[in-house]
């Protein structure tokens, strides 16, 4: 269980051998670094010292992760990073490494993350109920801000866009991107994907490409921008939507699985929860729910045998962002499975996405539209609050 809820009274420190036997910083460097989120939680609930010591790296893994404090809570946006910085504000603007689920490593502190990650609905949460117990949080909040976002003045100006916020690595990265499509686009013209598959070399090849466009540098850790900007989603449906018509189905299949599964694989995780949700269904005033999405282990509606799908998405299925329904390749050449997240199935000999792209790409823009609004809501001057310092709540 993600989050620092107790399920039982914590035990004395001393009962933990961990605690007792292994060193401090052996703890932190080689244990508590590489721990699953679900297992420190665990830890967390033996003692008062194991949940102290394992609040920050819970908190990275919480913040970048999107995690709610249970898969099972009945409020779809209650989250794990909120509750733990509710016992442990002073924390929020404290740096280290993580690695997210697509195996990127980020140096940020827990306010960078979910800025990183565009997870506006958290940031105003702990622009409510965290900050003001930070002495001078509001300053140290924007002096963060302008370290993510080098490249953007305050105030925030959200008709300037989600590219006001892109470092040189994310102009770089759609500049890209926007080079592979091209190359994608000519490979699949003249390759007729029979049952939605590649039968050139060349395709194939085009597809791989962006793969390992967007696959993690071993060598590389992000310190600013955008972990992965939503205008690249954008970006592919525009081309889809270019194809809609010249293309044939088992074409439009293939770009859809291949390009759209690969570059939903890549979106941040609070974004795959918004695109699991489905962009024309979501209330963008509340958010996602933080209960499902594409990375997570049990994601709602799909077969116990088809999960997760972080390993399937960009190869044997795609989820269409603005339903939320997930299509999987079939059994039957040319055929697909497609399940919503309440567990409806049905079968269909079409295997692209379910709507013309020029729709998806408008979803595309008022997700976009709606994080700028909330942004510049909250990065806008204020004067200062008095606040108290930094206590354990």
Same mark, same amino acid.
């Given at each position: 269980?993600? *989050?620092?809820?107790?399920?039982?009274?914590?035990?004395?420190?001393?009962?933990?051998?961990?605690?007792?036997?292994?060193?401090?910083?052996?703890?932190?460097?080689?244990?508590?670094?590489?721990?699953?989120?679900?297992?420190?939680?665990?830890?967390? %609930?033996? #003692? %008062?010292?194991?949940?102290?010591?394992?609040?920050?790296?819970?908190?990275?893994?919480?913040?970048v992760g999107a995690e709610p404090v249970s898969y099972n809570q009945a409020d779809e946006t209650k989250l794990a990073a909120i509750a733990i910085l509710k016992r442990h504000p002073e924390l929020l603007f404290d740096k280290g490494i993580v690695t997210d689920h697509?195996?990127?490593?980020?140096?940020?502190?827990?306010?960078?993350?979910?800025h990183g990650a565009g997870d506006v609905w958290a940031l105003k949460q702990i622009h409510e109920e965290i900050i003001p117990n930070i002495e001078n949080g509001e300053a140290k909040a924007q002096a963060q801000f302008q370290q993510q976002f080098p490249n953007c003045?305050?105030?925030?100006?959200?008709?300037?866009?989600?590219?006001?916020?892109?470092?040189?690595?994310?102009?770089? %990265?759609?500049?890209?991107?926007?080079?592979?499509?091209?190359? &994608?686009?000519?490979? &699949?013209?003249?390759?007729?994907?029979?049952? *939605?598959?590649?039968?050139?070399?060349?395709?194939?090849?085009?597809?791989?490409?962006?793969?390992?466009?967007?696959?993690?540098?071993?060598?590389?850790?992000?310190?600013?921008?955008?972990? /992965?900007?939503?205008?690249?989603?954008?970006?592919?449906?525009?081309?889809? !939507?270019?194809?809609?018509?010249?293309?044939?189905?088992?074409?439009?299949?293939? /770009?859809?699985?291949?390009?759209?599964?690969?570059?939903?694989?890549?979106?941040?995780?609070v974004d795959g929860q918004a695109y699991k949700h489905g962009l024309s269904k979501m209330n963008f005033e509340k958010g996602p729910d933080r209960r499902d999405g594409l990375s997570c282990r049990h994601p709602k509606g799909i077969p116990a045998e088809l999960a997760?799908?972080? !390993?399937?998405?960009?190869?044997?299925? /795609?989820? !269409?962002?603005?339903?939320?329904?997930?299509?999987?390749?079939?059994?039957?050449?040319?055929?697909?499975?497609?399940?919503?997240?309440?567990?409806?199935? =049905?079968?269909?000999?079409?295997?692209?996405?379910? #709507?013309?792209?020029?729709?998806?790409?408008?979803?595309? *823009?008022?997700?976009?539209?709606?994080?700028?609004?909330?942004?510049?809501?909250?990065? =806008?001057? =204020?004067?200062?609050?008095?606040?108290?310092?930094?206590?354990?709540?």
């Amino acid at each position: 269980m993600a *989050g620092s809820r107790y399920k039982k009274q914590q035990l004395p420190q001393t009962d933990s051998p961990l605690l007792r036997w292994v060193p401090r910083d052996v703890r932190a460097a080689k244990i508590y670094s590489v721990t699953p989120i679900d297992a420190l939680g665990i830890f967390a %609930q033996t #003692c %008062q010292k194991a949940e102290a010591e394992t609040a920050f790296p819970r908190l990275l893994l919480s913040a970048v992760g999107a995690e709610p404090v249970s898969y099972n809570q009945a409020d779809e946006t209650k989250l794990a990073a909120i509750a733990i910085l509710k016992r442990h504000p002073e924390l929020l603007f404290d740096k280290g490494i993580v690695t997210d689920h697509f195996g990127r490593k980020i140096f940020a502190s827990p306010y960078q993350l979910l800025h990183g990650a565009g997870d506006v609905w958290a940031l105003k949460q702990i622009h409510e109920e965290i900050i003001p117990n930070i002495e001078n949080g509001e300053a140290k909040a924007q002096a963060q801000f302008q370290q993510q976002f080098p490249n953007c003045t305050l105030p925030f100006d959200p008709e300037l866009g989600e590219a006001a916020l892109y470092d040189d690595r994310n102009i770089a %990265q759609v500049e890209q991107v926007k080079e592979t499509l091209k190359n &994608i686009v000519a490979a &699949i013209s003249v390759d007729p994907c029979t049952n *939605g598959k590649s039968t050139l070399p060349e395709t194939s090849a085009a597809a791989e490409e962006l793969r390992q466009l967007f696959a993690p540098n071993e060598n590389e850790v992000i310190r600013a921008g955008l972990h /992965f900007p939503v205008a690249i989603l954008q970006e592919v449906f525009r081309v889809y !939507d270019v194809q809609f018509d010249p293309w044939s189905g088992a074409q439009l299949s293939f /770009f859809s699985r291949e390009v759209i599964g690969t570059a939903l694989a890549a979106s941040t995780v609070v974004d795959g929860q918004a695109y699991k949700h489905g962009l024309s269904k979501m209330n963008f005033e509340k958010g996602p729910d933080r209960r499902d999405g594409l990375s997570c282990r049990h994601p709602k509606g799909i077969p116990a045998e088809l999960a997760p799908l972080s !390993d399937k998405l960009g190869r044997t299925m /795609f989820v !269409d962002p603005y339903d939320g329904e997930s299509c999987f390749m079939s059994s039957t050449p040319g055929t697909f499975d497609w399940y919503n997240k309440n567990g409806g199935w =049905r079968w269909w000999s079409g295997g692209g996405a379910g #709507c013309l792209g020029r729709v998806v790409f408008a979803a595309f *823009g008022k997700l976009m539209s709606s994080k700028n609004f909330s942004l510049g809501e909250l990065m =806008r001057p =204020r004067r200062e609050e008095k606040t108290s310092r930094c206590v354990i709540c």
